[in-house]
């Protein structure tokens, strides 16, 4: 079970270690609060990456983003967690993007 607007997960009932539960629900919070992408639409994974990195995948993903065309991406330890998001800054132009039926486009 989780959330309805953000799919963030509830700690399962019964759960004899409730912290694991909170902290899978806390790392998709973070991914998901105040999004500042690195880039919108690229579509090959980039080779140098920090933790907390986040992108917005393009129309034509290739490699470990195959099949999340138009996903938030985000690299955390040594692997991608890929999220629905609607808005998003991005670090490369400084845009705001909004996620239409299309796709992703910028505002204003």
């Known amino acids: 079970m989780s959330t309805v607007n953000n799919g963030i997960p509830f700690v399962p009932e019964n759960t004899v270690d409730p912290a694991a539960g909170l902290n899978q629900a806390l790392n998709v919070v973070d991914?998901?609060?105040?999004?500042?992408?690195?880039?919108v639409g690229e579509n090959s994974p980039p080779s140098s990456l920090?933790?907390?990195d986040r992108f917005v995948v393009g129309t034509?993903?290739?490699?470990?983003?195959?099949?999340?065309?138009?996903?938030?991406?985000?690299?955390?330890?040594?692997?991608?967690?890929?999220?629905?998001?609607?808005?998003?800054?991005?670090?490369?132009?400084?845009?705001?993007?909004?996620?239409?039926?299309?796709?992703?486009?910028?505002?204003?």
Do not use: C
């Open 31 to 39: 991914a998901l609060l105040q999004v500042q992408v690195q880039s």
């Open 60 to 108: 034509a993903p290739t490699g470990a983003w195959a099949g999340r065309s138009g996903k938030l991406a985000r690299w955390l330890n040594e692997g991608w967690d890929f999220y629905d998001a609607v808005i998003v800054v991005s670090k490369a132009d400084d845009r705001l993007y909004i996620r239409a039926g299309s796709g992703w486009m910028p505002v204003g």
């Open 50 to 52: 920090a933790d907390g």
